[in-house]
């Protein structure tokens, strides 16, 4: 036998046991008769081994509208990939691991969820997170830029109100930018918003809508509860206890998590929410309507979190604020302020 035949036969039994890995198969996908992808999305999430990655990446492959999921992370996303490929649902799941897989990980994809980056730790702010996560945001943006470039791009790693400006920057520099399809996801706010006012209210969670408008940061999240749905009336206090705790839900699964990160299943229930109503309105739904961190016009920033429109090519509206009342009002130029200078500190981490 000649010496590269028994290298080839040696190579076909060293074959790693998880034929979803980007290049590697005992029976390869080509000679199976199933065929994934033919209908649905094609999502990735970037960070999908992670504390929302895991559970995100669950639920997207329970989603039906999902054909195919691809993981990507810098480490571990092979064994999550041989365990959530093993559900049987409809999704084909692909996982890829480190840097040189990134560009497979992303081309061709409807959708990109980017849970990727450090959670913070008791004590700290989520501006805290910048140093470490700008630089991943970059990274992970200039592949979509180049892979594909007309994806919906939700943005989850924080700080949220700098890390969307840094990936329009990327986008715009790489000439791909289109500000319907970037929308920092501030879900969690609005969930929050929801069971905590329901919770006031004695209502059941699922019947409340709250919008929560500004950013994702302390004083920048700013409820709207004078437009609460059902309609309905708080005492000051009341309000001002809902307004706090709204601000202060991420810190208080920080600081109950005591060092082991930050909020990641409910992080991964809002997630979905989310993206689900992307993909709803990717598929022509009328009428889905959600807040996220968009480029705006809203207010004199160029960045801000309001009720958006989604549809076959993103936000396709931005809802302007509505009425609010003297507490919102306040709470407004408190949120405007902060959210300047976060924005400006992402803007400049590209430009300068
Ligand atoms: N927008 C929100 O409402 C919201 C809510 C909760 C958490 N977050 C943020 O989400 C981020 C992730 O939180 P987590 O709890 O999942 O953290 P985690 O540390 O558990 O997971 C992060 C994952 O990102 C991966 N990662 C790191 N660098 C990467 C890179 N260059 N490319 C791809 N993957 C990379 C890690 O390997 C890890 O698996 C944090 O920044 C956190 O603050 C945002
Ligand atoms: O609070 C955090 O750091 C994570 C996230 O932004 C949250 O709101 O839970």
Same mark, same amino acid.
């Given at each position: 036998m000649e010496a590269n035949q028994r290298i080839t036969m040696i190579a076909a &039994? +060293?074959?790693?046991?998880?034929?979803?890995?980007? =290049?590697?198969?005992?029976l390869r996908r080509a000679d199976c008769r199933?065929?994934? /992808?033919?209908?649905?999305?094609?999502?990735?999430? +970037? =960070?999908?081994? =992670? /504390?929302i990655g895991q559970p995100l990446a669950m639920l997207m492959k329970m989603n039906p509208l999902v054909?195919? *999921? &691809? +993981?990507?992370?810098? %480490?571990?996303?092979? @064994?999550?990939?041989?365990? +959530?490929? &093993?559900?049987?649902?409809?999704? %084909? %799941?692909?996982?890829? !691991?480190?840097?040189?897989? !990134?560009e497979s990980a992303l081309t061709g994809m409807d959708l990109v969820i980017i849970p990727a980056g450090v959670p913070r730790k008791p004590g700290m702010t989520r501006d805290d997170l910048f140093n470490i996560n700008a630089g991943i945001v970059k990274t992970l943006c200039e592949g979509v830029?180049?892979?594909?470039?007309?994806?919906?791009?939700? *943005?989850?790693?924080?700080? %949220?109100?700098?890390?969307?400006?840094?990936?329009?920057?990327? #986008?715009?520099k790489a000439g791909t930018y289109d500000p319907k399809r970037l929308l920092g996801v501030t879900t969690l706010d609005v969930v929050r918003a929801n069971t905590f006012v329901a919770e006031v209210l004695g209502l059941d969670p699922r019947e409340v809508n709250v919008p929560v408008v500004g950013g994702h940061a302390g004083v920048t999240i700013l409820p709207l509860l004078s437009q609460v749905k059902p309609p309905?009336?708080?005492?000051?206090?009341?309000?001002?206890?809902?307004?706090?705790?709204?601000q202060n839900g991420g810190t208080e699964v920080v600081e109950a998590k005591a060092g082991a990160g930050s909020a990641t299943l409910s992080m991964a229930y809002a997630a979905v929410k989310f993206a689900d109503a992307c993909l709803r309105g990717l598929r022509g739904d009328a009428g889905i309507v959600e807040c996220? #961190?968009?480029?705006?016009?809203?207010?004199? !920033?160029? #960045?801000?979190?309001?009720?958006?429109? !989604? @549809?076959?090519?993103g936000a396709e509206e931005v809802f302007q604020l509505g009425p609010l009342n003297e507490y919102e009002r306040v709470g407004l130029e408190k949120a405007k302020e902060e959210l300047a200078g976060s924005i400006q500190k992402g803007i400049a981490f590209i430009t300068k």
């Open positions: &039994h +060293l074959q790693p046991l998880n034929p979803q890995m980007e =290049g590697s198969s005992v199933a065929k994934g /992808g033919s209908s649905g999305f094609k999502v990735a999430i +970037l =960070g999908a081994a =992670g /504390g054909s195919v *999921l &691809h +993981l990507y992370d810098v %480490v571990n996303s092979p @064994g999550v990939t041989a365990d +959530l490929s &093993h559900m049987d649902t409809g999704a %084909v %799941v692909r996982g890829f !691991l480190g840097q040189p897989q !990134l830029a180049k892979c594909c470039p007309n994806a919906i791009v939700n *943005l989850i790693s924080n700080p %949220v109100n700098s890390t969307v400006p840094i990936a329009a920057e990327v #986008f715009k309905c009336s708080f005492t000051p206090e009341e309000t001002n206890y809902l307004t706090n705790r709204i996220a #961190f968009v480029a705006s016009q809203v207010t004199e !920033l160029p #960045f801000f979190a309001t009720k958006v429109q !989604l @549809g076959r090519t």
